[in-house]
């Protein structure tokens, strides 16, 4: 069964940083795409950033570009470390959302879509 | 403003037949199949409907989707008050380099 499963979420001021993680298990973590989607309080959701699977391309939406940065250990399944982060810094109060990892299929074509979503974790920023 | 335009609401009665629309342009749906999510309240996005018309494994039939042109579309049929929840259209565009989302609908089942 798929899994994924965010961690990291948090109150943190205007300006300060987090890492978000997500722990993916049960399927070859290696040959897939990993996307970064959020969600404002009451708002629709907004992509944020994808990486390739073996980490060599990384897109981001431009509000975040040059303060978020993702990445992922694409360790040995034994090791349990199949893992993509988002590290988040210079944070501001519009990055307050609920931030879902996904799997991305067909990541780089015409043809992606996400086709398993985490629980979410929730990031506030507030002073 | 979201890149891809849904009406924001939606509604209909039990049994009934209900259109989503999702409106785009050459960079995202003309060049890019659309998938179709479903967010029941306080829960994550799950996968309907990939590749413009594909539904997803364990994605009852009444869901269906079709794609003209720069516009897409979500139809469900034989409307349930279960089917009550925000639906989201996406696509990739080519210009941002980026997924793009429409803005959400949400269906009230009456």
């Known amino acids: 069964e798929v899994q994924l499963v965010e961690s990291g979420g948090g109150l943190v001021q205007p300006g300060g940083s987090l890492r978000l993680s997500c722990a993916a298990s049960g399927f070859t973590f290696s040959s897939y795409w990993m996307t970064w989607v959020r969600q404002a309080p009451g708002q629709g959701l907004e992509w944020v950033a994808n990486i390739k699977h073996d980490g060599s391309d990384k897109y981001y939406v431009d509000s975040v570009k040059g303060r978020f940065t993702v990445s992922r250990d694409n360790a040995s399944r034994d090791s349990g470390k199949n893992s993509v982060y988002l590290q988040m810094n210079s944070l501001r109060a519009e990055d307050t959302a609920v931030y879902y990892c996904?799997?991305?299929?067909?990541?780089?074509?015409?043809?992606?879509?996400?086709?398993?979503w985490g629980q979410g974790a929730l990031v506030t920023v507030s002073s | 403003q979201s890149v891809l335009t849904q009406p924001p609401s939606a509604s209909g009665t039990p049994g009934q037949r209900v259109t989503i629309s999702c409106s785009g342009s050459s960079s995202n749906i003309g060049s890019n199949t659309v998938s179709w999510y479903q967010q029941l309240p306080g829960t994550a996005p799950k996968l309907l409907i990939y590749r413009n018309n594909q539904e997803a494994s364990g994605v009852p039939d009444r869901f269906s989707g079709s794609k003209s042109g720069t516009s897409a579309s979500l139809a469900i049929s034989g409307l349930q008050s279960e089917d009550e929840a925000d639906y989201y259209c996406?696509?990739?565009?080519?210009?941002?380099?980026?997924?793009?989302f429409g803005g959400g609908t949400k269906l009230t089942v009456l």
């Open positions: 996406a696509a990739w565009d080519d210009s941002r380099n980026g997924q793009v």
């Open positions: 996904a799997r991305e299929v067909n990541g780089g074509t015409a043809y992606n879509f996400f086709d398993h």
